[in-house]
């Protein structure tokens, strides 16, 4: 498998997990974030219910009867009591508004609910004004409280809807049943109160009546079909006692036309005001248990946030740990392929090269020398061979050892490379013979370049691992002919050649032959079989 694959497959074994888990941790980070946020909206309605449910509860009913204390009794007394009564329940209107969520997550009906509520607050504010200025005299505003009262529960029906969170859901039913149930009796109580307190010809409203007991059977609807809370088991329970169950025969009896006695009348009267002190306080209570709700679900808002922090940070510090893996990984992928091209540069250097002397062998001789001829083709006339060889290298060997004969290989190599020019091809023909391809070079050029080498042959000292410095001598043999694309028969040039070293080494040995020099058959024959056949490729 080639290494690019490589790199393919290993980057996608590393990202392609992550981006599942990324993907995963998105999807989870999503889900989290739209829990946050309903916890979030659940707290802001659950601040909303218990500040609208204290408002119908309290605020609204304490400045009715201010005002009516104010209307009854003129003084500066019932003056400030009123005046402190409207200045909370304007506060606590203020942070009501104040607390709804924005429109965007409220429905239309809300949305409905709370212009109604606002037009029932102004009406309030006009009465105010009108009480202010004496025009109450005789008559009771009661009506228009009444109405900013029932829009207030109204408002508070409307948001239940909206509420994601169980619990929540759950004491928010708890309270719209008490507030319905309190403003049923309150109705009923108001009614029934001004009925019997007028003369035997007085006409008892059975629609606003009606309209109470309506409210009651809801706000225990609400109670009982939605909720098993203590609260409401003290409400039931209450309203099971004898007392209370009199008052409601007494009721019943008041909407079928009857007029009870004085006695009768004072004691409904009893139970009835026992009931709403009763009722009332269970409002406050449900509005406080709401807006204890509301601050546990803040705490698990906040909670949650942090999570979705701690699950970010988490993704985050993944992601960061994968991407550096992969370069790593990456990075060890690219040194791998570099150190593979290294490796195999140098084994095909070494499959071209002598590792003893570090020049060309007989492989990387014939793709050089093919290479240079062809280059040379149409910008030289003459390609010469010189082929040397050390003289009487076996008695080196064989006195010294092959370690000292190695060291003189090795050091006439580099006699031999530093002395040929630069551009003139050399190898390690076998053995201690030496071949040097000497390109744009007539054979007599190639006699003096040989001399030159000759001479720092025998001149050179060369110093063996014993210690010893030893000297050696070199027989060099040169042959020539015209670089022709129609003549390239490089082994005859490399026999001419052999035949010139032969005669070298017949003349006397440390000397340069240039020229063809025929050898006798049987003597060519045996330098054939010492060189191993001769150089066997044609270029």
Same mark, same amino acid.
């Given at each position: 498998?080639?290494?690019?694959?490589?790199?393919r497959?290993?980057?996608?074994?590393i990202?392609?997990?992550?981006?599942?888990m990324?993907?995963?941790?998105?999807?989870v980070?999503?889900?989290?974030?739209?829990?946050?946020?309903?916890?979030?909206?659940?707290?802001?309605?659950?601040?909303?219910?218990?500040?609208g449910?204290s408002?119908?509860?309290?605020?609204?009913?304490?400045e009715?009867g201010?005002?009516?204390?104010?209307l009854?009794?003129?003084?500066?007394?019932t003056?400030?009591?009123?005046?402190?009564?409207?200045?909370?329940?304007?506060?606590?209107?203020?942070?009501f508004?104040?607390?709804?969520?924005?429109?965007?997550?409220?429905?239309e009906?809300?949305?409905?609910?709370?212009?109604?509520?606002?037009?029932?607050?102004?009406?309030i504010?006009?009465?105010?004004?009108a009480v202010?200025?004496g025009r109450?005299?005789g008559?009771d505003?009661?009506?228009?409280?009444?109405?900013?009262?029932?829009?207030?529960?109204?408002?508070?029906?409307?948001l239940?809807?909206?509420?994601?969170?169980?619990?929540l859901?759950?004491?928010s039913?708890q309270?719209?049943?008490?507030?319905?149930?309190?403003?049923?009796?309150?109705?009923?109580?108001?009614?029934g109160?001004?009925?019997?307190?007028?003369?035997?010809?007085a006409?008892l409203?059975?629609?606003?009546?009606?309209?109470?007991?309506v409210?009651?059977g809801?706000g225990m609807?609400h109670?009982?079909?939605?909720?098993?809370?203590?609260?409401?088991?003290?409400?039931?329970? *209450?309203?099971? &006692?004898?007392?209370? #169950?009199?008052?409601? !025969?007494?009721?019943d009896?008041?909407?079928? +036309? $009857? /007029?009870?006695?004085?006695?009768?009348?004072?004691?409904?009267?009893a139970?009835?005001?026992?009931r709403?002190?009763?009722?009332q306080h269970?409002?406050?209570?449900?509005?406080?248990?709401?807006?204890?709700?509301?601050?546990?679900?803040?705490t698990?808002?906040?909670i949650h946030?942090?999570?979705?922090?701690?699950l970010?940070?988490?993704?985050?510090i993944?992601a960061?740990?994968?991407?550096?893996?992969?370069?790593?990984?990456?990075?060890?992928?690219?040194?791998?392929?570099?150190?593979?091209?290294?490796?195999?540069?140098?084994?095909?250097?070494?499959a071209?090269t002598?590792?003893?002397?570090?020049? *060309?062998?007989r &492989?990387?001789?014939? #793709?050089?020398a093919? !290479?240079l001829?062809?280059?040379?083709?149409? +910008? $030289? /006339?003459w390609i010469?061979?010189?082929?040397?060889?050390?003289?009487?290298?076996?008695?080196?060997n064989?006195?010294?050892?092959?370690?000292?004969?190695?060291?003189?290989l090795?050091?006439v190599?580099?006699?031999?490379r530093?002395?040929f020019?630069s551009?003139?091809?050399l190898?390690?023909?076998?053995?201690?013979?030496?071949?040097?391809?000497?390109?744009?070079?007539?054979?007599?050029d190639?006699?003096?370049?040989?001399?030159?080498?000759?001479?720092?042959i025998?001149?050179?000292?060369?110093?063996?691992?014993?210690?010893?410095?030893?000297?050696v001598?070199a027989?060099?043999?040169?042959?020539?002919?015209a670089?022709?694309?129609?003549?390239?028969?490089f082994?005859?040039?490399?026999?001419?050649?052999?035949l010139a070293?032969?005669?070298?080494?017949?003349?006397?040995?440390?000397?340069v032959?240039?020229?063809?020099?025929l050898?006798?058959?049987?003597?060519?024959?045996r330098?054939?079989a010492?060189?191993?056949?001769?150089?066997?490729?044609?270029?």
């Amino acid at each position: 498998m080639k290494f690019e694959t490589i790199k393919r497959v290993i980057l996608a074994a590393i990202m392609l997990p992550f981006v599942f888990m990324l993907i995963e941790g998105v999807v989870v980070i999503r889900s989290s974030v739209n829990q946050y946020w309903n916890l979030e909206k659940d707290r802001q309605f659950a601040d909303v219910l218990a500040r609208g449910g204290s408002i119908a509860a309290t605020e609204i009913l304490t400045e009715i009867g201010a005002t009516r204390r104010y209307l009854a009794h003129p003084s500066s007394r019932t003056a400030i009591d009123m005046q402190q009564s409207r200045v909370t329940l304007d506060r606590e209107r203020r942070a009501f508004y104040a607390s709804l969520p924005s429109r965007d997550a409220l429905d239309e009906g809300l949305v409905g609910e709370l212009s109604i509520l606002s037009l029932a607050y102004s009406r309030i504010v006009a009465a105010r004004s009108a009480v202010d200025q004496g025009r109450y005299t005789g008559s009771d505003p009661g009506s228009i409280y009444w109405y900013a009262a029932l829009k207030q529960l109204a408002v508070v029906d409307a948001l239940s809807p909206l509420i994601s969170d169980p619990v929540l859901l759950e004491k928010s039913n708890q309270l719209m049943g008490i507030l319905l149930t309190y403003y049923g009796e309150r109705l009923i109580t108001g009614i029934g109160t001004r009925y019997l307190n007028q003369g035997a010809s007085a006409r008892l409203p059975v629609e606003l009546f009606v309209q109470g007991k309506v409210m009651l059977g809801e706000g225990m609807d609400h109670m009982v079909f939605h909720s098993s809370a203590p609260v409401v088991r003290h409400i039931v329970a *209450y309203l099971g &006692r004898s007392s209370q #169950v009199k008052a409601d !025969a007494i009721t019943d009896a008041i909407l079928a +036309g $009857s /007029r009870p006695t004085r006695a009768v009348h004072d004691v409904w009267a009893a139970a009835q005001s026992e009931r709403m002190s009763f009722l009332q306080h269970k409002m406050i209570e449900a509005a406080q248990d709401i807006h204890e709700t509301g601050e546990n679900l803040s705490t698990r808002s906040h909670i949650h946030l942090t999570r979705i922090l701690a699950l970010c940070a988490g993704l985050l510090i993944l992601a960061t740990l994968v991407l550096l893996l992969a370069a790593k990984g990456l990075r060890l992928i690219d040194r791998l392929t570099q150190d593979r091209e290294t490796l195999v540069g140098e084994l095909r250097s070494a499959a071209q090269t002598d590792l003893l002397t570090g020049l *060309y062998n007989r &492989r990387g001789f014939e #793709v050089a020398a093919s !290479a240079l001829l062809t280059q040379a083709e149409h +910008g $030289s /006339r003459w390609i010469s061979v010189v082929l040397f060889d050390l003289d009487h290298f076996k008695k080196i060997n064989d006195i010294h050892g092959h370690d000292a004969g190695d060291a003189v290989l090795r050091h006439v190599a580099g006699v031999a490379r530093e002395n040929f020019r630069s551009f003139d091809l050399l190898v390690r023909h076998g053995g201690e013979e030496f071949l040097a391809l000497l390109p744009d070079s007539t054979p007599d050029d190639a006699a003096i370049v040989a001399e030159r080498v000759r001479l720092a042959i025998e001149a050179a000292e060369i110093p063996l691992p014993s210690g010893d410095v030893l000297k050696v001598t070199a027989s060099f043999g040169c042959a020539g002919r015209a670089n022709e694309a129609t003549n390239r028969n490089f082994e005859d040039l490399v026999k001419r050649a052999d035949l010139a070293l032969y005669a070298a080494k017949a003349s006397g040995r440390n000397c340069v032959v240039s020229g063809p020099i025929l050898p006798p058959p049987v003597q060519e024959e045996r330098r054939k079989a010492v060189s191993g056949g001769g150089f066997d490729s044609r270029i």
